[in-house]
Protein backbone atom coordinates (compact mmCIF):
# COMPACT_ATOMS: atom_id res chain seq x y z
CA UNK A 1 0.00 0.00 0.00
CA UNK A 2 1.08 3.69 -1.26
CA UNK A 3 0.19 6.56 1.54
CA UNK A 4 -1.46 9.30 0.09
CA UNK A 5 1.01 12.99 0.25
CA UNK A 6 -1.34 15.30 -0.44
CA UNK A 7 -0.64 18.51 -3.10
CA UNK A 8 0.97 21.76 -1.66
CA UNK A 9 -0.91 24.29 -2.62
CA UNK A 10 1.41 26.76 -4.34
CA UNK A 11 1.82 29.47 -6.64
CA UNK A 12 3.69 31.10 -9.73
CA UNK A 13 4.92 34.68 -8.45
CA UNK A 14 4.48 36.44 -12.00
CA UNK A 15 1.60 34.78 -12.76
CA UNK A 16 -0.37 33.61 -9.97
CA UNK A 17 -0.87 30.36 -11.68
CA UNK A 18 -0.90 27.22 -9.32
CA UNK A 19 2.02 25.43 -9.22
CA UNK A 20 3.52 21.83 -8.18
CA UNK A 21 6.90 22.12 -6.70
CA UNK A 22 6.99 18.33 -6.79
CA UNK A 23 7.02 18.23 -10.91
CA UNK A 24 8.08 22.20 -11.76
CA UNK A 25 4.99 22.20 -13.36
CA UNK A 26 1.66 24.33 -13.70
CA UNK A 27 -1.62 22.95 -13.05
CA UNK A 28 -3.19 24.76 -16.27
CA UNK A 29 -2.42 27.54 -18.64
CA UNK A 30 -1.37 31.18 -17.49
CA UNK A 31 -3.42 31.85 -20.77
CA UNK A 32 -7.11 30.88 -18.88
CA UNK A 33 -7.27 27.51 -17.27
CA UNK A 34 -11.67 27.13 -18.46
CA UNK A 35 -10.68 28.08 -21.88
CA UNK A 36 -7.71 25.55 -22.14
CA UNK A 37 -10.43 22.40 -20.56
CA UNK A 38 -13.13 23.56 -23.04
CA UNK A 39 -10.43 23.85 -26.20
CA UNK A 40 -8.25 20.46 -25.65
CA UNK A 41 -10.63 18.14 -23.74
CA UNK A 42 -14.12 19.08 -25.01
CA UNK A 43 -13.52 19.83 -28.09
CA UNK A 44 -10.51 17.89 -28.27
CA UNK A 45 -13.10 15.00 -27.96
CA UNK A 46 -16.18 16.39 -30.24
CA UNK A 47 -17.92 17.29 -26.94
CA UNK A 48 -20.84 17.48 -26.19
CA UNK A 49 -21.76 16.56 -29.51
CA UNK A 50 -20.65 13.02 -28.53
CA UNK A 51 -23.05 12.52 -25.35
CA UNK A 52 -25.99 13.84 -27.07
CA UNK A 53 -28.65 10.94 -27.58
CA UNK A 54 -26.70 8.52 -24.84
CA UNK A 55 -27.61 6.68 -22.46
CA UNK A 56 -24.46 6.97 -20.29
CA UNK A 57 -20.86 8.25 -21.43
CA UNK A 58 -17.64 7.77 -19.73
CA UNK A 59 -14.69 9.82 -19.40
CA UNK A 60 -11.66 9.29 -17.69
CA UNK A 61 -9.05 11.49 -16.86
CA UNK A 62 -4.96 11.22 -15.74
CA UNK A 63 -4.57 13.85 -13.11
CA UNK A 64 -7.94 15.40 -11.16
CA UNK A 65 -5.19 18.41 -10.30
CA UNK A 66 -7.42 21.32 -9.22
CA UNK A 67 -10.70 19.48 -10.72
CA UNK A 68 -10.71 22.39 -13.52
CA UNK A 69 -11.66 19.91 -16.52
CA UNK A 70 -14.40 18.19 -14.14
CA UNK A 71 -15.62 21.58 -13.63
CA UNK A 72 -15.66 22.65 -16.93
CA UNK A 73 -17.27 19.59 -17.95
CA UNK A 74 -19.65 19.14 -15.14
CA UNK A 75 -20.89 22.99 -16.78
CA UNK A 76 -21.18 21.88 -20.31
CA UNK A 77 -22.74 18.64 -19.25
CA UNK A 78 -25.50 20.23 -17.42
CA UNK A 79 -26.30 22.88 -20.26
CA UNK A 80 -26.86 20.13 -22.67
CA UNK A 81 -30.61 19.77 -23.07
CA UNK A 82 -29.62 17.15 -24.91
CA UNK A 83 -26.95 15.38 -22.65
CA UNK A 84 -26.23 11.41 -21.90
CA UNK A 85 -28.81 10.53 -18.92
CA UNK A 86 -25.75 9.64 -16.92
CA UNK A 87 -22.10 10.64 -16.82
CA UNK A 88 -19.56 9.20 -15.52
CA UNK A 89 -16.00 11.19 -15.12
CA UNK A 90 -13.05 9.10 -13.76
CA UNK A 91 -10.15 10.85 -12.78
CA UNK A 92 -6.66 9.36 -11.27
CA UNK A 93 -5.07 11.77 -8.85
CA UNK A 94 -1.72 10.85 -7.22
CA UNK A 95 -1.57 13.34 -4.95
CA UNK A 96 -4.65 15.01 -4.31
CA UNK A 97 -5.36 18.13 -2.52
CA UNK A 98 -7.08 18.60 0.63
CA UNK A 99 -10.37 20.05 0.63
CA UNK A 100 -9.29 23.30 2.47
CA UNK A 101 -6.64 23.83 -0.67
CA UNK A 102 -8.85 22.83 -2.97
CA UNK A 103 -11.98 24.92 -2.23
CA UNK A 104 -9.63 27.56 -2.29
CA UNK A 105 -7.89 27.78 -5.44
CA UNK A 106 -11.23 26.95 -7.06
CA UNK A 107 -12.41 30.58 -6.05
CA UNK A 108 -10.33 31.69 -9.09
CA UNK A 109 -13.27 30.88 -11.27
CA UNK A 110 -16.25 32.38 -9.80
CA UNK A 111 -18.41 30.64 -13.10
CA UNK A 112 -18.29 27.24 -11.25
CA UNK A 113 -19.33 28.44 -7.74
CA UNK A 114 -22.45 26.48 -7.78
CA UNK A 115 -20.88 23.18 -9.17
CA UNK A 116 -17.78 23.95 -6.63
CA UNK A 117 -19.88 24.01 -3.85
CA UNK A 118 -21.62 20.84 -4.42
CA UNK A 119 -18.14 19.17 -4.77
CA UNK A 120 -16.79 20.53 -1.66
CA UNK A 121 -19.72 19.33 0.36
CA UNK A 122 -19.08 15.36 -1.14
CA UNK A 123 -15.26 16.20 -1.15
CA UNK A 124 -13.69 12.42 0.16
CA UNK A 125 -11.24 11.98 2.87
CA UNK A 126 -7.83 11.67 1.21
CA UNK A 127 -7.27 7.61 1.47
CA UNK A 128 -5.84 5.22 -1.12
CA UNK A 129 -8.30 3.70 -3.53
CA UNK A 130 -11.98 4.74 -5.43
CA UNK A 131 -13.96 7.49 -3.90
CA UNK A 132 -17.46 7.17 -5.82
CA UNK A 133 -19.64 10.72 -5.87
CA UNK A 134 -23.13 11.74 -6.53
CA UNK A 135 -23.38 14.80 -7.61
CA UNK A 136 -26.38 16.35 -10.09
CA UNK A 137 -28.92 14.05 -8.01
CA UNK A 138 -27.11 11.15 -9.00
CA UNK A 139 -26.68 11.70 -12.56
CA UNK A 140 -23.11 12.87 -12.70
CA UNK A 141 -21.12 10.28 -10.74
CA UNK A 142 -17.23 11.40 -9.94
CA UNK A 143 -14.85 8.58 -9.13
CA UNK A 144 -12.22 9.88 -7.78
CA UNK A 145 -9.30 7.57 -7.99
CA UNK A 146 -6.46 8.43 -5.51
CA UNK A 147 -2.76 6.54 -5.85
CA UNK A 148 -0.62 6.27 -9.14
CA UNK A 149 -1.85 6.09 -12.50
CA UNK A 150 0.49 3.37 -13.52
CA UNK A 151 -0.74 1.07 -11.22
CA UNK A 152 -4.37 1.79 -10.89
CA UNK A 153 -5.71 1.83 -14.10
CA UNK A 154 -4.74 -2.06 -14.20
CA UNK A 155 -7.12 -1.77 -11.23
CA UNK A 156 -9.86 -0.03 -13.09
CA UNK A 157 -13.16 -1.62 -14.62
CA UNK A 158 -15.09 0.51 -17.22
CA UNK A 159 -15.56 1.04 -20.77
CA UNK A 160 -14.45 4.55 -21.33
CA UNK A 161 -15.50 6.90 -24.47
CA UNK A 162 -13.19 9.82 -23.95
CA UNK A 163 -9.78 10.60 -22.05
CA UNK A 164 -8.54 13.25 -20.64
CA UNK A 165 -4.82 13.31 -21.18
CA UNK A 166 -3.50 15.80 -18.43
CA UNK A 167 -1.18 14.84 -16.55
CA UNK A 168 2.15 17.03 -15.68
CA UNK A 169 4.59 17.25 -18.88
CA UNK A 170 6.16 14.49 -19.81
CA UNK A 171 9.64 15.56 -19.34
CA UNK A 172 8.88 16.52 -15.91
CA UNK A 173 6.34 13.24 -15.30
CA UNK A 174 7.47 10.23 -17.72
CA UNK A 175 5.92 7.69 -16.20
CA UNK A 176 2.19 9.06 -16.96
CA UNK A 177 3.02 8.88 -20.37
CA UNK A 178 4.99 5.80 -20.80
CA UNK A 179 3.99 3.02 -23.18
CA UNK A 180 2.90 0.51 -20.24
CA UNK A 181 0.28 3.18 -19.35
CA UNK A 182 -0.93 3.66 -23.21
CA UNK A 183 -1.72 0.13 -23.09
CA UNK A 184 -3.88 0.57 -20.24
CA UNK A 185 -5.67 2.80 -21.09
CA UNK A 186 -6.27 0.76 -24.71
CA UNK A 187 -7.71 -1.84 -22.20
CA UNK A 188 -10.54 0.56 -20.82
CA UNK A 189 -10.98 2.22 -24.41
CA UNK A 190 -15.08 1.41 -25.58
CA UNK A 191 -15.32 0.74 -29.18
CA UNK A 192 -14.59 4.46 -31.17
CA UNK A 193 -12.93 5.97 -27.91
CA UNK A 194 -11.27 9.30 -28.43
CA UNK A 195 -8.51 11.32 -26.74
CA UNK A 196 -7.37 14.31 -26.30
CA UNK A 197 -3.94 15.82 -24.82
CA UNK A 198 -1.91 19.51 -24.81
CA UNK A 199 1.20 17.81 -25.85
CA UNK A 200 2.65 16.53 -29.09
CA UNK A 201 6.01 15.37 -27.96
CA UNK A 202 7.35 11.95 -30.38
CA UNK A 203 7.33 9.52 -27.66
CA UNK A 204 3.61 9.99 -26.30
CA UNK A 205 2.38 10.19 -30.00
CA UNK A 206 4.68 6.43 -30.55
CA UNK A 207 2.86 5.04 -27.15
CA UNK A 208 -0.44 6.09 -28.08
CA UNK A 209 0.06 4.72 -31.92
CA UNK A 210 1.17 1.26 -30.37
CA UNK A 211 -1.36 1.09 -28.20
CA UNK A 212 -4.27 1.05 -31.37
CA UNK A 213 -4.92 4.85 -31.65
CA UNK A 214 -5.02 6.79 -34.16
CA UNK A 215 -3.31 9.97 -33.78
CA UNK A 216 -3.66 13.61 -35.11
CA UNK A 217 -2.20 16.46 -34.79
CA UNK A 218 -4.47 20.26 -34.37
CA UNK A 219 -3.99 23.90 -33.19
CA UNK A 220 -3.21 24.20 -29.57
CA UNK A 221 -4.59 26.54 -27.15
CA UNK A 222 -3.37 29.69 -26.75
CA UNK A 223 0.37 30.00 -26.73
CA UNK A 224 0.99 26.84 -27.72
CA UNK A 225 1.03 25.56 -31.36
CA UNK A 226 -0.30 22.19 -31.41
CA UNK A 227 -2.60 19.96 -29.65
CA UNK A 228 -2.80 15.91 -29.93
CA UNK A 229 -6.33 14.02 -30.74
CA UNK A 230 -6.76 10.22 -31.11
CA UNK A 231 -8.83 7.44 -32.01
CA UNK A 232 -8.85 4.04 -30.85
CA UNK A 233 -8.50 1.68 -33.42
CA UNK A 234 -9.89 -1.64 -32.44
CA UNK A 235 -13.00 -2.82 -33.25
CA UNK A 236 -13.72 -5.12 -30.49
CA UNK A 237 -17.21 -5.53 -29.44
CA UNK A 238 -19.00 -3.78 -26.43
CA UNK A 239 -18.64 -5.68 -23.40
CA UNK A 240 -20.51 -3.40 -21.38
CA UNK A 241 -23.75 -3.02 -22.81
CA UNK A 242 -26.50 -1.42 -21.02
CA UNK A 243 -29.54 -3.40 -20.34
CA UNK A 244 -32.81 -2.66 -22.28
CA UNK A 245 -35.04 -3.83 -19.80
CA UNK A 246 -34.95 -2.32 -16.43
CA UNK A 247 -36.78 -4.41 -14.11
CA UNK A 248 -35.95 -6.42 -10.90
CA UNK A 249 -37.01 -8.54 -8.58
CA UNK A 250 -35.15 -8.23 -4.70
CA UNK A 251 -35.63 -10.97 -2.58
CA UNK A 252 -35.56 -9.61 0.91
CA UNK A 253 -35.94 -6.42 3.01
CA UNK A 254 -33.13 -6.41 5.11
CA UNK A 255 -30.77 -3.67 4.93
CA UNK A 256 -28.83 -5.62 1.74
CA UNK A 257 -32.14 -5.76 -0.41
CA UNK A 258 -33.21 -2.46 0.43
CA UNK A 259 -30.10 -0.56 -0.45
CA UNK A 260 -29.83 -2.36 -3.30
CA UNK A 261 -33.78 -1.40 -4.12
CA UNK A 262 -33.05 2.12 -3.50
CA UNK A 263 -29.88 1.72 -5.83
CA UNK A 264 -32.24 0.16 -8.85
CA UNK A 265 -34.35 2.89 -8.56
CA UNK A 266 -32.51 6.03 -8.21
CA UNK A 267 -30.94 4.64 -11.70
CA UNK A 268 -34.58 3.85 -13.15
CA UNK A 269 -35.04 0.63 -12.81
CA UNK A 270 -38.74 -0.60 -11.88
CA UNK A 271 -38.04 -2.93 -8.64
CA UNK A 272 -40.63 -5.55 -7.10
CA UNK A 273 -39.46 -6.00 -3.50
CA UNK A 274 -40.51 -8.93 -1.94
CA UNK A 275 -40.27 -10.00 1.80
CA UNK A 276 -41.77 -12.75 4.18
CA UNK A 277 -41.89 -10.19 7.02
CA UNK A 278 -44.62 -7.36 7.74
CA UNK A 279 -42.19 -4.65 6.73
CA UNK A 280 -38.59 -3.81 6.03
CA UNK A 281 -36.15 -4.12 8.27
CA UNK A 282 -37.60 -7.45 10.29
CA UNK A 283 -35.10 -9.97 10.18
CA UNK A 284 -31.17 -9.45 10.88
CA UNK A 285 -31.69 -5.98 10.17
CA UNK A 286 -33.99 -5.55 12.98
CA UNK A 287 -31.76 -4.31 15.42
CA UNK A 288 -32.58 -0.57 17.43
CA UNK A 289 -28.81 0.04 16.53
CA UNK A 290 -25.29 -1.19 14.95
CA UNK A 291 -21.90 0.08 14.79
CA UNK A 292 -20.74 1.71 12.03
CA UNK A 293 -16.70 2.00 11.06
CA UNK A 294 -13.74 0.67 9.07
CA UNK A 295 -11.69 -2.14 10.05
CA UNK A 296 -7.81 -1.20 9.30
CA UNK A 297 -4.93 -3.66 9.59
CA UNK A 298 -1.41 -2.47 9.02
CA UNK A 299 -0.93 -4.75 5.35
CA UNK A 300 -4.41 -2.57 4.13
CA UNK A 301 -5.72 -5.96 3.42
CA UNK A 302 -8.79 -6.67 1.42
CA UNK A 303 -11.01 -6.65 4.34
CA UNK A 304 -9.51 -3.20 5.45
CA UNK A 305 -10.29 -1.70 1.57
CA UNK A 306 -13.53 -2.95 1.56
CA UNK A 307 -14.40 -1.71 5.13
CA UNK A 308 -13.17 1.21 4.22
CA UNK A 309 -15.03 1.99 1.14
CA UNK A 310 -18.24 0.92 2.12
CA UNK A 311 -18.01 3.48 5.58
CA UNK A 312 -17.13 6.18 3.28
CA UNK A 313 -20.38 5.11 0.81
CA UNK A 314 -22.54 4.32 3.76
CA UNK A 315 -21.90 7.58 5.43
CA UNK A 316 -22.72 8.71 1.77
CA UNK A 317 -25.63 7.34 1.38
CA UNK A 318 -27.16 8.14 5.35
CA UNK A 319 -26.35 11.80 4.39
CA UNK A 320 -29.00 11.68 1.17
CA UNK A 321 -31.37 9.88 3.68
CA UNK A 322 -32.80 12.67 5.69
CA UNK A 323 -35.46 10.18 7.64
CA UNK A 324 -32.46 7.60 8.63
CA UNK A 325 -31.63 7.71 12.45
CA UNK A 326 -27.82 7.31 12.35
CA UNK A 327 -25.44 9.48 14.88
CA UNK A 328 -21.65 10.17 13.88
CA UNK A 329 -20.77 10.36 17.79
CA UNK A 330 -17.49 8.17 17.00
CA UNK A 331 -16.45 5.16 18.00
CA UNK A 332 -13.62 3.35 20.14
CA UNK A 333 -12.12 0.11 19.20
CA UNK A 334 -10.37 -0.43 22.72
CA UNK A 335 -6.79 -2.78 23.07
CA UNK A 336 -7.06 -5.91 24.02
CA UNK A 337 -3.95 -6.29 25.45
CA UNK A 338 -0.37 -3.91 25.48
CA UNK A 339 1.01 -6.36 22.59
CA UNK A 340 -2.30 -5.51 20.60
CA UNK A 341 -2.11 -1.51 21.39
CA UNK A 342 1.35 -1.74 20.13
CA UNK A 343 -0.62 -3.24 16.62
CA UNK A 344 -3.13 -0.83 16.53
CA UNK A 345 -0.29 2.01 17.04
CA UNK A 346 1.86 0.88 14.04
CA UNK A 347 -1.16 0.34 11.78
CA UNK A 348 -2.49 4.01 11.94
CA UNK A 349 1.74 5.00 11.32
CA UNK A 350 2.12 2.47 8.55
CA UNK A 351 -1.65 3.82 6.89
CA UNK A 352 -1.04 7.43 7.34
CA UNK A 353 -4.27 8.18 6.91
CA UNK A 354 -6.21 11.02 8.14
CA UNK A 355 -6.89 11.80 11.72
CA UNK A 356 -10.59 11.97 10.77
CA UNK A 357 -10.87 8.70 9.48
CA UNK A 358 -8.20 6.57 12.08
CA UNK A 359 -6.21 8.03 14.94
CA UNK A 360 -4.45 5.91 17.91
CA UNK A 361 -5.62 7.48 21.13
CA UNK A 362 -3.89 6.63 24.37
CA UNK A 363 -5.98 5.35 27.55
CA UNK A 364 -6.32 9.02 28.96
CA UNK A 365 -7.64 10.66 25.93
CA UNK A 366 -9.62 7.45 25.38
CA UNK A 367 -11.10 8.02 28.78
CA UNK A 368 -12.49 11.09 27.59
CA UNK A 369 -13.79 10.67 24.51
CA UNK A 370 -16.03 7.80 25.78
CA UNK A 371 -17.48 9.62 28.82
CA UNK A 372 -15.37 6.78 31.41
CA UNK A 373 -12.24 5.61 32.31
CA UNK A 374 -10.67 2.57 30.20
CA UNK A 375 -7.85 0.19 30.69
CA UNK A 376 -6.13 1.08 27.41
CA UNK A 377 -5.88 2.90 24.31
CA UNK A 378 -7.12 2.09 20.68
CA UNK A 379 -8.30 3.17 17.75
CA UNK A 380 -10.48 6.56 17.39
CA UNK A 381 -12.87 6.72 14.53
CA UNK A 382 -14.02 10.22 14.86
CA UNK A 383 -16.61 9.66 11.92
CA UNK A 384 -18.17 6.53 13.05
CA UNK A 385 -21.12 6.16 14.50
CA UNK A 386 -24.36 3.99 15.26
CA UNK A 387 -27.11 3.49 12.73
CA UNK A 388 -30.44 2.15 13.02
CA UNK A 389 -31.12 -0.25 10.55
CA UNK A 390 -34.78 -0.51 10.17
CA UNK A 391 -34.69 3.32 9.77
CA UNK A 392 -32.26 2.49 6.80
CA UNK A 393 -34.57 0.22 5.21
CA UNK A 394 -37.57 2.44 5.39
CA UNK A 395 -35.33 5.89 4.11
CA UNK A 396 -34.12 3.99 1.45
CA UNK A 397 -37.34 2.23 0.29
CA UNK A 398 -39.73 5.65 0.54
CA UNK A 399 -37.23 7.54 -1.75
CA UNK A 400 -38.15 6.36 -4.74
CA UNK A 401 -42.07 5.19 -4.01
CA UNK A 402 -43.05 5.49 -7.49
CA UNK A 403 -40.49 2.62 -8.53
CA UNK A 404 -40.21 0.38 -5.75
CA UNK A 405 -43.76 -2.19 -5.77
CA UNK A 406 -42.98 -3.34 -1.74
CA UNK A 407 -44.42 -6.62 -1.56
CA UNK A 408 -44.29 -8.25 2.43
CA UNK A 409 -46.20 -10.67 3.72
CA UNK A 410 -45.16 -12.63 0.94
CA UNK A 411 -43.20 -16.27 1.11
CA UNK A 412 -41.38 -16.93 -2.23
CA UNK A 413 -41.16 -20.71 -2.37
CA UNK A 414 -39.81 -21.78 -5.96
CA UNK A 415 -37.39 -19.74 -8.57
CA UNK A 416 -37.75 -20.81 -12.28
CA UNK A 417 -36.42 -19.26 -15.15
CA UNK A 418 -37.95 -18.99 -18.41
CA UNK A 419 -38.37 -16.81 -21.94
CA UNK A 420 -40.07 -14.02 -20.32
CA UNK A 421 -37.42 -14.16 -17.39
CA UNK A 422 -36.99 -15.16 -13.59
CA UNK A 423 -40.46 -16.38 -12.41
CA UNK A 424 -40.94 -15.99 -8.34
CA UNK A 425 -43.90 -18.84 -7.30
CA UNK A 426 -45.64 -19.22 -4.00
CA UNK A 427 -46.21 -22.63 -2.23
CA UNK A 428 -48.92 -23.80 -4.06
CA UNK A 429 -47.71 -22.34 -7.47
CA UNK A 430 -49.15 -19.41 -7.76
CA UNK A 431 -47.07 -16.86 -9.66
CA UNK A 432 -45.97 -13.80 -7.64
CA UNK A 433 -43.43 -11.54 -9.61
CA UNK A 434 -41.60 -11.75 -13.07
CA UNK A 435 -38.97 -9.86 -14.44
CA UNK A 436 -35.53 -10.26 -16.28
CA UNK A 437 -33.48 -10.12 -13.21
CA UNK A 438 -33.25 -11.18 -10.06
CA UNK A 439 -31.31 -10.25 -7.14
CA UNK A 440 -31.11 -12.85 -4.26
CA UNK A 441 -30.41 -10.63 -0.82
CA UNK A 442 -32.36 -12.73 1.89
CA UNK A 443 -29.75 -13.07 3.96
CA UNK A 444 -29.11 -16.42 5.89
CA UNK A 445 -32.48 -18.00 3.97
CA UNK A 446 -31.09 -18.00 0.67
CA UNK A 447 -29.64 -21.33 0.35
CA UNK A 448 -32.85 -22.55 0.83
CA UNK A 449 -33.36 -22.08 -3.00
CA UNK A 450 -31.85 -24.45 -5.71
CA UNK A 451 -30.27 -22.05 -7.32
CA UNK A 452 -27.98 -21.08 -4.01
CA UNK A 453 -28.31 -24.72 -2.07
CA UNK A 454 -24.37 -25.03 -3.03
CA UNK A 455 -23.50 -21.52 -1.28
CA UNK A 456 -21.14 -22.00 1.88
CA UNK A 457 -22.73 -19.54 3.37
CA UNK A 458 -24.00 -20.41 6.90
CA UNK A 459 -26.24 -18.71 9.98
CA UNK A 460 -24.67 -17.46 12.63
CA UNK A 461 -27.33 -16.73 15.48
CA UNK A 462 -26.25 -13.26 17.52
CA UNK A 463 -28.31 -12.23 20.52
CA UNK A 464 -27.66 -8.47 21.39
CA UNK A 465 -29.42 -7.18 25.18
CA UNK A 466 -31.39 -4.06 25.67
CA UNK A 467 -30.15 -2.16 29.39
CA UNK A 468 -32.29 0.03 30.96
CA UNK A 469 -30.11 3.24 30.72
CA UNK A 470 -30.81 3.87 34.15
CA UNK A 471 -29.11 0.92 35.34
CA UNK A 472 -26.05 1.40 32.71
CA UNK A 473 -23.61 3.83 32.52
CA UNK A 474 -23.75 6.14 30.00
CA UNK A 475 -20.95 6.54 27.08
CA UNK A 476 -20.23 9.07 24.78
CA UNK A 477 -19.19 6.77 22.09
CA UNK A 478 -19.86 3.30 20.29
CA UNK A 479 -17.42 1.08 22.16
CA UNK A 480 -16.05 -2.26 20.83
CA UNK A 481 -13.24 -3.97 22.64
CA UNK A 482 -14.45 -7.47 23.93
CA UNK A 483 -17.95 -6.95 22.88
CA UNK A 484 -19.03 -3.60 22.10
CA UNK A 485 -21.85 -1.00 23.68
CA UNK A 486 -24.19 1.60 22.33
CA UNK A 487 -25.13 5.34 23.61
CA UNK A 488 -28.41 5.44 24.43
CA UNK A 489 -31.34 4.89 21.62
CA UNK A 490 -34.62 5.07 22.22
CA UNK A 491 -34.41 4.42 25.43
CA UNK A 492 -32.42 1.56 25.93
CA UNK A 493 -28.36 1.16 25.78
CA UNK A 494 -27.76 -2.49 23.16
CA UNK A 495 -24.98 -4.11 23.97
CA UNK A 496 -23.78 -7.30 22.42
CA UNK A 497 -23.27 -9.84 20.55
CA UNK A 498 -23.16 -13.53 21.24
CA UNK A 499 -22.26 -15.53 18.17
CA UNK A 500 -23.27 -19.53 17.52
CA UNK A 501 -22.88 -21.09 14.86
CA UNK A 502 -25.36 -24.51 13.32
CA UNK A 503 -28.07 -22.87 16.29
CA UNK A 504 -31.53 -22.54 14.91
CA UNK A 505 -32.90 -21.10 17.93
CA UNK A 506 -35.03 -18.13 17.52
CA UNK A 507 -35.97 -17.34 20.91
CA UNK A 508 -33.79 -15.33 23.65
CA UNK A 509 -31.67 -16.72 25.97
CA UNK A 510 -30.76 -16.24 29.53
CA UNK A 511 -27.11 -17.60 29.28
CA UNK A 512 -26.57 -15.11 25.98
CA UNK A 513 -27.92 -12.35 28.16
CA UNK A 514 -25.50 -13.57 30.93
CA UNK A 515 -22.50 -13.87 28.33
CA UNK A 516 -22.88 -9.95 26.78
CA UNK A 517 -23.05 -8.72 30.23
CA UNK A 518 -19.76 -10.93 31.45
CA UNK A 519 -17.94 -8.68 28.24
CA UNK A 520 -18.46 -5.93 29.40
CA UNK A 521 -17.68 -6.40 32.96
CA UNK A 522 -13.97 -7.11 31.80
CA UNK A 523 -14.38 -3.94 29.47
CA UNK A 524 -15.59 -2.21 33.00
CA UNK A 525 -14.91 -4.44 35.81
CA UNK A 526 -18.01 -3.98 38.28
CA UNK A 527 -19.63 -1.35 36.34
CA UNK A 528 -22.45 -4.03 35.54
CA UNK A 529 -22.69 -6.39 38.44
CA UNK A 530 -26.14 -5.53 39.90
CA UNK A 531 -27.68 -5.49 36.15
CA UNK A 532 -30.22 -8.96 36.31
CA UNK A 533 -29.95 -10.96 33.13
CA UNK A 534 -33.38 -12.26 33.91
CA UNK A 535 -34.80 -9.00 33.46
CA UNK A 536 -33.13 -8.27 30.29
CA UNK A 537 -34.92 -8.32 26.72
CA UNK A 538 -33.22 -8.16 23.94
CA UNK A 539 -33.46 -9.13 19.42
CA UNK A 540 -32.20 -12.75 18.21
CA UNK A 541 -30.82 -12.27 14.58
CA UNK A 542 -29.48 -14.97 12.70
CA UNK A 543 -26.82 -13.27 10.55
CA UNK A 544 -25.29 -14.91 6.80
CA UNK A 545 -21.61 -15.97 6.97
CA UNK A 546 -19.43 -16.71 4.09
CA UNK A 547 -16.06 -18.69 4.98
CA UNK A 548 -13.34 -15.66 4.32
CA UNK A 549 -15.71 -12.95 5.81
CA UNK A 550 -16.38 -11.06 2.67
CA UNK A 551 -19.73 -10.53 0.93
CA UNK A 552 -20.80 -12.51 -1.47
CA UNK A 553 -21.88 -9.92 -4.75
CA UNK A 554 -22.45 -10.66 -8.30
CA UNK A 555 -23.86 -12.61 -10.91
CA UNK A 556 -24.59 -16.02 -9.54
CA UNK A 557 -22.61 -19.43 -11.23
CA UNK A 558 -24.34 -22.92 -11.68
CA UNK A 559 -23.22 -25.37 -9.61
CA UNK A 560 -19.83 -27.19 -10.46
CA UNK A 561 -17.58 -29.33 -8.26
CA UNK A 562 -15.14 -26.96 -6.66
CA UNK A 563 -11.86 -26.68 -9.23
CA UNK A 564 -13.66 -27.96 -12.53
CA UNK A 565 -13.24 -24.61 -13.68
CA UNK A 566 -9.54 -22.74 -13.02
CA UNK A 567 -11.07 -18.39 -13.95
CA UNK A 568 -13.99 -16.91 -12.50
CA UNK A 569 -14.71 -15.53 -16.41
CA UNK A 570 -15.20 -19.02 -17.75
CA UNK A 571 -17.68 -19.97 -14.98
CA UNK A 572 -20.97 -20.83 -16.72
CA UNK A 573 -23.76 -18.61 -14.87
CA UNK A 574 -27.64 -18.61 -14.69
CA UNK A 575 -28.50 -15.40 -16.92
CA UNK A 576 -29.71 -12.49 -14.98
CA UNK A 577 -29.68 -14.51 -11.31
CA UNK A 578 -27.49 -12.39 -8.68
CA UNK A 579 -26.85 -12.22 -5.03
CA UNK A 580 -25.92 -9.84 -2.69
CA UNK A 581 -25.53 -12.06 0.72
CA UNK A 582 -22.79 -12.74 3.33
CA UNK A 583 -22.79 -9.60 4.69
CA UNK A 584 -22.32 -11.31 8.57
CA UNK A 585 -22.08 -8.60 11.16
CA UNK A 586 -21.36 -6.05 8.87
CA UNK A 587 -24.52 -4.88 6.95
CA UNK A 588 -24.25 -1.35 7.78
CA UNK A 589 -20.98 -1.14 5.94
CA UNK A 590 -21.41 -3.37 3.61
CA UNK A 591 -24.43 -2.62 1.72
CA UNK A 592 -24.51 1.04 0.03
CA UNK A 593 -21.20 0.09 -1.05
CA UNK A 594 -22.60 -3.74 -2.58
CA UNK A 595 -25.58 -1.67 -4.02
CA UNK A 596 -23.41 0.09 -6.02
CA UNK A 597 -21.49 -2.62 -6.86
CA UNK A 598 -24.77 -4.86 -8.22
CA UNK A 599 -26.39 -1.77 -10.18
CA UNK A 600 -22.56 -0.77 -11.78
CA UNK A 601 -22.69 -4.54 -12.91
CA UNK A 602 -26.02 -4.74 -14.37
CA UNK A 603 -25.91 -1.86 -16.05
CA UNK A 604 -22.25 -1.88 -17.28
CA UNK A 605 -21.04 1.28 -16.04
CA UNK A 606 -17.72 1.77 -14.37
CA UNK A 607 -17.11 -0.02 -11.20
CA UNK A 608 -16.61 1.16 -7.75
CA UNK A 609 -14.10 -1.34 -6.62
CA UNK A 610 -10.84 -2.63 -7.56
CA UNK A 611 -10.81 -5.60 -10.07
CA UNK A 612 -9.01 -7.66 -7.42
CA UNK A 613 -11.77 -6.67 -5.06
CA UNK A 614 -14.03 -7.58 -7.46
CA UNK A 615 -12.94 -11.24 -8.22
CA UNK A 616 -12.68 -11.73 -4.14
CA UNK A 617 -16.47 -10.75 -3.87
CA UNK A 618 -17.91 -13.16 -6.81
CA UNK A 619 -19.91 -16.02 -5.77
CA UNK A 620 -17.99 -17.99 -7.87
CA UNK A 621 -14.66 -18.01 -6.02
CA UNK A 622 -16.18 -20.88 -4.04
CA UNK A 623 -16.31 -23.21 -7.11
CA UNK A 624 -12.78 -22.08 -8.32
CA UNK A 625 -10.41 -22.80 -5.62
CA UNK A 626 -9.82 -25.33 -2.63
CA UNK A 627 -11.79 -25.24 0.22
CA UNK A 628 -9.42 -23.98 2.33
CA UNK A 629 -9.01 -19.98 1.47
CA UNK A 630 -6.97 -17.52 3.96
CA UNK A 631 -9.11 -15.14 5.42
CA UNK A 632 -7.77 -10.97 6.29
CA UNK A 633 -6.90 -10.55 9.78
CA UNK A 634 -9.25 -8.85 11.55
Known sequence: MEKIEPARLEYLREHGTPFSSTYGDVYYSVHGGPEQARHVFLAGNALPQRWRGCDRFVILETGFGLGLNFLTTWQAWQADPQACRRLHFISIEKHPFNLADLAAAQKAWPEFAELAAELH?????????????????????????????????????????????????????????????????????????????????????????????????????????????????????????????????????GIAGCTSAHRLAAAGWQVTLIDQGEGPGTAASSNIAGMLRPLPSADDNRLSRLTRAGFLATRALLQSLPEARWNDCGVLHLAREPEHEAQQKRAVDNLGFPEDILRFVDQDEAGRLLGRPVGSGGWWFAKGGWVQPPSVCRAALTAFPERIDRRFNTHVERLEHNDNGWCCFAADGQLIAQAPVLIIACGATATRFEQLAWLPQRAARGQVSHLPPEQAPALQAVLFHIGYAMPEVDGSRL???????????????????????????????????????????????????????????????????????????ALPRYPGLWCVQGFGARGIVWSALMADLLLSRLEGEPLPLENDLVEALDPGRFLIKPAYRPVDKE
Open 121 to 253: KNWPPLTPGLHRLYLAGGRLILTLVFGDATTQLRALNAAVDAFYLDGFSPARNPEAWSPFLCKALARLAAPDATLATWTVAGDVRRALIDAEFEVFKGPGFAGKRQMLTGRFRSRRPNRHAAPSDRRAIVLGA
Open 495 to 569: IGASLAYEDEDGNERLSDHRDNLARLNLTFPGAYTAIDPAKLHGRVGFRPMSPDRLPIVGPVPKPLPAGTVGRLH
